[in-house]
């Protein structure tokens, strides 16, 4: 049953009401309407305890760096963070592709992608390659950073991937935009 607002509170007159969906009806009332009031929700102090946990630009900005020049997808991002929880184990695609319940084949590519700086191919087993976390001295410190700042603000990193992807968009389109007008000069 859809909850309605009453417009109106004389008993025994119709009484108009109005439905979230914007129906109207009319009801003849044998007692007052009593309207529940709303709690007053003081959005201030939501903001500013959420602000207390947010972090701070400078915190933010090697973040951002380190996911545009490492990291460029979901995939990526969650087969790392993975890999960094465990960095004494060795995994296969298979295993990582079950734990994360994502498709073999985009672990796969996180996988290559991933394994040029910060995870080493440990070998071959029976299920195919091996790999471990294996990041330089230099950015494991960044990959810790990261990965607490996933565990606690996980949308502003989704968010800061999203950015990254559209920048390369962005600059992939005009790369070949400029690269259109250089051939067209050529062949005059």
């Not at 800061?160 to 690269?179: G, I, K, Q």
Request: glycine content about 4%; charged content about 30%.
């Amino acid at each position: 049953m859809a909850k309605a607002r009453a417009r109106g509170d004389n008993v025994g007159r119709a009484t108009a009401l109005v439905t979230p969906a914007g129906d109207r009806a009319s009801v003849r009332c044998a007692a007052p309407i009593q309207l529940a009031a709303q709690p007053a929700i003081d959005l201030t102090s939501n903001y500013i305890e959420y602000k207390k946990n947010d972090l701070t630009n400078e915190d933010t900005e090697p973040l951002r760096a380190f996911l545009r020049e490492h990291v460029s997808s979901f995939e990526e991002l969650e087969t790392l963070l993975h890999l960094a929880r465990a960095p004494e184990r060795s995994w296969t695609s298979l295993d990582i592709a079950t734990s994360l319940k994502l498709p073999q084949e985009a672990i796969e590519g996180a996988l290559g992608t991933l394994s040029e700086r910060l995870i080493a191919r440990d070998g071959s087993g029976a299920a195919g390659p091996t790999y471990r976390y294996a990041a330089c001295s230099e950015l494991k410190p960044q990959v810790e950073h990261l990965r607490r700042a996933y565990d606690e603000q996980r949308l502003m990193i989704m968010q800061f991937l999203s950015s990254n992807a559209l920048e390369r968009v962005r600059s992939s389109a005009a790369r070949h935009l400029a690269d259109a007008f250089r051939l067209e000069r050529r062949r005059k």
